[in-house]
């Protein structure tokens, strides 16, 4: 059913309606009537449409609650309201703003990286979403198309013809999963990489894809249960991330700089360069010493791509042979003071695997090029420079993972070997019963999250993962954010159950574009971060981060949600407080909210 625009330029479409005539429907008629790439609705949309706003269709949904707080503390004062912003800022992301990354140096790539706005340059406003937008296709078909009008950029269909990234067709995007180094499908390509890499069996389950371009990489390794965190700049190849996004696969801006990667050490399995365009052998490796950092002991690391096999192909890359030669030799020899072996080239692909443990490395110790960084500063990485030194092994073996899924609900090695302060076995196992419990209970309120609607979720407090390890399932993926604030270093738990995740101070504008998360959950984010940093601006950048009818679960202490409710007011979404599972006495609630559809237009306001 098409929005109608009222009077003031909000759009509202029938979803709205029946909210504002009641809200015991709030979730399951929001998810009757969302939109399709194609604009068609589901058979529950068609239920709906028969029976109306009947809420017996439900009759289990109840947002009934009888908690002191929000009855007992009545505020009627209206809400700020937050305005539109000009149609301009469609796209805004706010760390990594075009015009703002110039004024920075080029020199390894600075520029490129986060530089977030200062106090008094930060929006107060609600981004807008563009005319025409709609609902991204389920998955998997969104891997496949993408709407035209979500993400209306047909650079990278020219620029990227040959390659088979990309192709505009109609009013979609067709994504045909060829890359670069792949033009003939990432599904061969991996095929290949799989004859030396142990993709099948569960060992490889994460991946790091460097300069990932629209992710296809990560899009098909997906099949094959192996989750990939892809990340490229916000440059000139037009919306790459936001294309990768859109298509249901796990991606942020990002970029090997100056700076240190926002992950953990030891996080991933695998990691991945095709063609790009990254100088691996510069500065004694020191872009290789960060992927060594962030592999795991026995992980691979892929190199597709200049300057493997440069005798065949120099003149084909338009390169001085002199140069690929000198490139490669700086890469064989960063990659052997690392400790790296050398498993497989062919082709235009080189396969690394890192050493198991240091006592396979004995003779780097005596090499005085082999600089250690402090074993304490692994995993300090939040606005911290990149350094030219090796992380070294941890000294308590942390023991072996287990393959993928056992891997999800195995005690993690950094909390057996007791690597996590504060956090015991008891603790971890206590800590995964809670969360299935807090899970069942946020499938009773929202009823769609079992079905696929939700593809790209986000976890603001992730702690151990509890919540995504609870909704794993193929129809969707977690984004666990640790904020750097959080009292306890969680992340590497995280990437050791084979979840994926990042590191993030939500005082700060997150790496990603405008809509490109489904469903954000948020426990204790706002307890966290009392007193840091503004509450608006942490909503706003959540508003900007989600989509239109998109769902947030806000889950922290009464008097918190109280205010979070009241700011939110203005901000065009609609909200409902549940009381906790266990009961009204219990001083934690869930407050559940549904972002409004409506777009920008010319006359929006900043």
């Known amino acids: 059913m098409a929005p109608k625009a009222n009077a003031d330029g909000r759009t509202r479409s029938s979803v709205q309606i029946f909210i504002v005539a009641g809200l015991c429907c709030f979730f399951y008629i929001l998810g009757a009537w969302q939109r399709s790439g194609f604009g068609k609705g589901d058979s529950i949309a068609l239920e709906i449409t028969k029976n109306g706003a009947d809420c017996s269709i439900i009759p289990s949904l109840t947002f009934d609650s009888h908690h002191a ?5 009545i505020d009627d004062s209206k809400p700020k309201v937050f305005e539109p912003c000009h149609h301009s800022y469609t796209d805004y992301t706010p760390c990594q703003d075009q015009k703002r990354a110039m004024t920075f140096p080029r020199e390894d790539m600075n520029y490129r990286e986060r530089h ?10 609600l981004i807008p979403a563009p005319k025409g937008y709609v609902t991204p296709f389920p998955w998997p078909k969104s891997r496949d198309f993408v709407p035209y009008a979500n993400a209306p950029y047909k650079s990278l269909t020219v620029e990227k013809a040959v390659q088979n990234w990309i192709q505009y067709e109609g009013n979609v995007f067709r994504f045909p999963g060829g890359g670069t180094q792949f033009p003939q499908g990432a599904d061969k390509y991996i095929d290949q990489l799989a004859a030396v890499i142990p993709i099948k069996n569960g060992t490889v389950r994460t991946a790091l894809d460097t300069g990932c371009g629209v992710a ?9 249960n192996v989750l990939a965190m892809s990340f490229a700049p916000r440059d000139s190849h037009e919306a790459q991330v936001q294309f990768a996004l859109e298509r249901g696969v796990p991606a942020v801006i990002g970029v090997l700089g100056t700076i240190k990667l926002p992950y953990p050490s030891r996080a991933f399995d695998m990691a991945h360069c095709s063609r790009c365009l990254i100088p691996w052998g510069i500065n004694d490796g020191k872009y290789l010493k960060e992927v060594d950092r962030v592999l795991r002991p026995g992980g691979y690391w892929v190199l597709s791509g200049p300057p493997i096999n440069w005798k065949n192909n120099y003149q084909a890359w338009q390169r001085p042979k002199e140069d690929l030669q000198e490139e490669q030799r700086q890469i064989e020899e960063a990659a052997k003071l690392l400790c790296w072996e050398k498993k497989s080239e062919k082709g235009e692909t080189a396969i690394w695997q890192k050493r ?3 006592d396979s490395c004995g003779d780097r110790q005596d090499d005085s090029r082999a600089n250690f960084c402090k074993a304490d500063e692994a995993d300090s990485v939040w606005y911290k420079k990149m350094e030219g030194c090796i992380t070294p092994y941890p000294k308590v073996s942390s023991g072996e993972l287990k393959p993928f899924p056992k891997r999800l609900y195995a005690v993690p090695p950094r909390i057996s070997s007791g690597s996590v302060p504060g956090v015991s076995v008891e603790d971890y196992e206590e800590d995964n019963n809670k969360w299935k419990k807090h899970v069942n209970a946020y499938k009773r309120i929202n009823k769609l999250i079992d079905t696929g609607r939700y593809r790209n979720i986000m976890d603001m407090n992730a702690g151990l993962g509890g919540f995504a390890a ?3 399932s193929p129809k969707l993926w977690v984004m666990n954010v640790v904020p750097t604030i959080a009292e306890k270093n969680t992340l590497g738990v995280v990437y050791e159950r084979g979840l994926i995740g990042i590191y993030h101070d939500w005082c700060e504008g997150f790496s990603t574009y405008p809509r490109t998360y489904d469903l954000i959950h948020a426990h204790g984010v706002f307890s966290l971060y009392n007193g840091k940093c503004n509450w608006e601006d942490i909503l706003l950048e959540m508003d900007r981060i989600l989509r239109p009818e998109g769902a947030v679960i806000f889950r922290d202490e009464v008097d918190v949600l109280v205010k979070v409710k009241k700011i939110v007011g203005g901000m065009r979404w609609d909200t ?12 934690e609630k869930v407050l559940v909210a549904v972002k409004q559809y409506w777009v920008g237009n010319s006359t929006s306001a900043q």
């Open 116 to 125: 977030c706005p200062r106090e008094e340059e930060k929006l107060h406003c």
């Open 69 to 73: 707080g929000e009855a007992g503390n």
């Open 356 to 358: 198991v443990d240091s």
């Open 216 to 224: 296809s990489w990560g899009a098909y390794l997906l099949s094959r």
């Open 470 to 472: 609870a909704i794993e």
């Open 576 to 587: 409902k407080m549940v009381d906790h599972e266990d009961g009204p006495l219990v001083p």
